[in-house]
C-alpha cells in the first residue's frame, strides 16, 4: 500500500491537488471536509453538530473524525493506497491514524506540506465563497478562525511526522499545473525508493 497525507492551511490547495492525484496514483481519496459536508447536506446529528463549529471556522471534535476515518479505512479494503486530504489535523488524529494504519500492517509513506502565505490564502478563499456557498468562506472573520485553528492545533502535525523524516515541503503557490508537477515528482521519487 502507498498511504500520502496532504498537508497545508486552509485553501492551501489540498482539495484542488487530491482531485488530480487520485486520478494519477489511484489512491482512494478520504477528505475529512467532504465526508462531513456530505453528513451536513443529508441533515444527519453528526452533520448537525459538525455544521455550528464549521461555520465558526472551528474543527470539529477529535473523536468525530475519527469514527469517520476509521469506517472509511474499514469500508476500503481493497484500496491500493489513500490520499488523506484535511486529516489528520490534531496530534491526537495523527496517533490515531497511524494505529489504524499499523492494524493494517501499513503506514503513512509521504506528507507533502503545501506552504502558502497567509494573504495569499485569504484570497483564495474568498473567491471561493463568491460561488461556492461554503458558509466558512463567506468572511475574512471566519476564514482568520479557520488559519489560527490551523496554526494553534494542525500545524504540530507536521512535526509529528517530521521526527519520522517523513514530511516534504512544497511551495503552494504558481500555478495549480506547476505545483501538480512537483507533487508527482515527490511521490513518485518515493515509490521508486520503495521498490
Ligand atoms: P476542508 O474541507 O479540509 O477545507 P479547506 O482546508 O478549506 O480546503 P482546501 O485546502 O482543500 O481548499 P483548496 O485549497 O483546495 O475543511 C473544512 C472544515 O471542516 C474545517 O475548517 C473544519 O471545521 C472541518 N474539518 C475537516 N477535517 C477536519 C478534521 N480532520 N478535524 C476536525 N475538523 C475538520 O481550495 C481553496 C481555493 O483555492 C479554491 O477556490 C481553489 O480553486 C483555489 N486554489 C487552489 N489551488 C490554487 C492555486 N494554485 N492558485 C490559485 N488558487 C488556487
New binding site residues.
Given amino acids: 500500500m502507498f498511504n500520502l497525507i496532504?498537508f497545508?492551511?486552509?485553501?492551501?490547495?489540498?482539495?484542488?491537488?487530491?482531485e488530480k492525484l487520485i486520478a494519477k496514483f489511484g489512491l482512494r481519496h478520504l477528505?475529512?471536509?467532504?465526508?462531513?459536508?456530505s453528513e451536513i447536506r443529508n441533515g444527519t446529528a453528526l452533520g448537525l453538530e459538525?455544521k455550528s463549529?464549521?461555520d465558526?471556522?472551528?474543527?470539529?471534535?477529535?473523536a468525530?473524525?475519527i469514527g469517520m476515518?476509521r469506517s472509511a479505512l474499514e469500508h476500503n479494503p481493497e484500496a491500493r493506497g489513500f490520499l488523506f486530504?484535511?486529516?489528520?489535523?490534531?496530534n491526537a488524529?495523527a496517533d490515531t491514524l497511524d494505529a489504524l494504519l499499523a492494524e493494517k500492517k501499513t503506514a503513512i509513506n509521504i506528507v507533502l506540506a503545501?506552504q502558502?502565505s497567509k494573504s495569499?490564502?485569504v484570497?483564495?478563499?474568498l473567491?471561493?465563497g463568491l460561488?461556492?456557498g461554503?458558509t466558512?468562506?463567506v468572511n475574512e472573520a471566519i476564514i482568520g478562525s479557520?488559519i489560527e485553528?490551523?496554526e494553534r492545533k494542525?500545524a504540530a502535525v507536521a512535526d509529528h511526522y517530521k521526527k519520522v523524516n517523513k514530511v516534504v515541503y512544497i511551495p503552494?503557490?504558481?500555478?495549480?499545473e506547476?505545483?501538480f508537477r512537483k507533487l508527482c515528482d515527490e511521490i513518485e521519487e518515493k515509490l521508486k525508493s520503495k521498490k
Fill in positions: 496532504l497545508g492551511p486552509p485553501g492551501s490547495g489540498k482539495g484542488t491537488q487530491s477528505s475529512t471536509g467532504d465526508i462531513l459536508r459538525a463549529l464549521m465558526q471556522g472551528q474543527l470539529v471534535p477529535d468525530v473524525v476515518i486530504d484535511g486529516f489528520p489535523r490534531t488524529q503545501l502558502v495569499e490564502l484570497k483564495r478563499l473567491n471561493r460561488t461556492s461554503r466558512d468562506d479557520r485553528e490551523y494542525t503552494g503557490e504558481g500555478s495549480v506547476e505545483i
